[in-house]
Nanobody, 127 residues
Framework: QVPLVESGGGAVQAGGSLRLSCTAS????????MGWFRQAPGKEREFVAA????????YYADSVKGRFTISRDNAERTMYLQMGSLRPGDTAVYYC????????????????????WGQGTRVSVSS
């Protein structure tokens, strides 16, 4: 059973929007921060956004700040990434991840702090 399942990827033109979802079907997310990462072709995976369990704190990569919004619905065990003003540089496979240890008020940008990953959803932005 895949612990985290992403959906919502697709192909859009520059300036468009997409909403990604990540549902924790096989793992608890109670008390855990969650995050979004992405990997563009030929590049290493990079941090995009993270959110604490209590939804009080969010963190963004500079490259997406002001364009992307991370949120979560703990009752539904689902996290979202609303992406707007998309650019060709946003083209990547987007992965959701759950933090390694529960810490309700803390989240991190460090990839090594996450140990549960989804299989990814592809986003392609054309100019």
């Amino acid at each position: 059973q895949v612990p985290l399942v992403e959906s919502g990827g697709g192909a859009v033109q520059a300036g468009g929007s997409l909403r990604l979802s990540c549902t924790a079907s096989g793992r608890t997310v109670v008390g855990y921060a969650m995050g979004w990462f992405r990997q563009a072709p030929g590049k290493e995976r990079e941090f995009v956004a993270a959110i604490t369990w209590n939804e009080g704190n969010t963190y963004y990569a500079d490259s997406v700040k002001g364009r992307f919004t991370i949120s979560r619905d703990n009752a539904e065990r689902t996290m979202y990434l609303q992406m707007g003003s998309l650019r060709p540089g946003d083209t990547a496979v987007y992965y959701c991840a759950r933090a390694r240890t529960p810490f309700p008020t803390h989240a991190t940008k460090a990839e090594m702090a996450y140990d549960e990953w989804g299989q990814g959803t592809r986003v392609s932005v054309s100019s």
